[in-house]
């Protein structure tokens, strides 16, 4: 399928450096000895907000974990 889809496509867009050098080296080494202007490296600034969004994502989750501490600690208490 990726070869069909490297055929058929205007671009092939690699992500990141690294991978874009392995898709040129290695996996569709052929295909980008035919068409070399295929094969691109297009980032969209993704990699420069992981920070941010890891530093959110743990706020989040131990909000999350201690709501369900909670939640369990209320469960394990007899109701009169």
């Not at 569709?28 to 070399?36: A, G, V």
Request: a positive charge; proline letters at 2%; one cysteine or more.
């Amino acid at each position: 399928m990726a070869n069909l889809a490297i055929v058929c496509s205007h671009t092939v867009n690699g992500v990141s450096k690294v991978h874009s050098e392995l898709l040129k080296a290695k996996l569709f080494k052929d295909f980008y000895e035919q068409w070399p202007l295929k094969f691109q490296c297009k980032t969209d600034g993704v990699t420069q907000k992981n920070g941010e969004i890891h530093t959110s994502k743990d706020g989040f989750c131990s909000l999350c974990c201690y709501s369900y501490q909670i939640e369990l600690m209320e469960q394990s208490v007899p109701r009169c």
